[in-house]
């Protein structure tokens, strides 16, 4: 599809102007490769990570690595895997998280964030125990979770073909990113996962805010205060919860 008609298609009118606007900053034998679709994520989700949260509504824009290796998993939006099902199980929780690394650890640092998980115990036997009828148990509460929390959930690259190309496709993406950012409300936080997210400090304004993190692919990541106070706050895996 063409680029501009895939954006004013799959994302949230407020954000049609300078999402073109950004799209034209890609080299034109990018733009080619795009809207020929021989990526992931697949079936017109590309630009997903727009398409329910309005513009005026982001605080915060957490920037993950790049999409999930798996067509099912790669949704278009940041961390959030599409082959999860349920969170929990009467176990703990699901096959599908407890493979997801990042997802699982991510959980498990919203439970100890949220007092469900005493002492920073993270054990299975800890999980089975776990009080969870009053929690989310969808992955895309979760997601609208984040969002009336104000975070726009968006990977650094928002294309994957395979692991060698990762880094290739990140520098294709930076001038969208950087024409993102400068024209984004100053306030804005930015939470940075990993290396490839962190890169993206090198070209902001000085006076951006940012919050830098381990990705959550690392177990630190669980205890980490930053993530706790930041994460917690939210409440994100309590339903109906709203800061906007």
């Known amino acids: 599809m063409e680029l501009n008609s895939l954006i004013k298609s799959t994302t949230h009118p407020s954000w049609h102007s300078l999402l073109i606007n950004a799209a034209n900053k890609l080299d034109k034998e990018y733009i ?35 999409p999930y290796p798996r067509e099912q998993s790669a949704i278009g939006v940041a961390f959030i895997d599409g082959s999860v099902e349920n969170i929990f199980t009467d176990s703990g929780l699901s096959k599908e998280v407890n493979r997801a690394t990042s997802l699982r650890n991510f959980i498990k640092m919203a439970l100890v964030a949220s007092n469900r998980l005493k002492g920073n115990n993270t054990t299975k036997d800890a999980l089975k125990n776990l009080k ?31 692991k060698k190309s990762s880094s290739y ?9 950087k024409e993102l950012l400068d024209n984004l409300n100053s306030d804005i936080e930015l939470i940075l996962f990993g290396n490839f997210a962190k890169d ?3 070209k902001l304004n000085p006076k951006q805010k940012t919050i830098e993190l381990e990705h959550p692919y690392n177990i630190s990541f669980i205890t980490n205060p930053k993530a706790l106070k930041l994460f917690g706050d939210m409440n994100l895996l309590f339903p109906h919860y709203c800061m906007i």
């Open 32 to 66: 080619e490769f795009i809207e020929n679709g021989n990526y992931l994520p697949t079936n017109n989700r590309l630009f997903n990570a727009f398409r329910d949260i309005p513009k005026s509504s982001v605080k915060y824009i957490l920037f993950g690595q790049d």
């Open 132 to 162: 969870k009828d009053d929690l989310i148990d969808s992955i895309y509460q979760l997601k609208s979770n984040f969002e009336k929390s104000g975070v726009l959930l968006l990977n650094a690259s928002l294309i994957y073909t395979e």
């Open 169 to 177: 496709h990140a520098k294709k993406w930076q001038p969208f990113i």
């Open 200 to 202: 993206i400090k090198k």
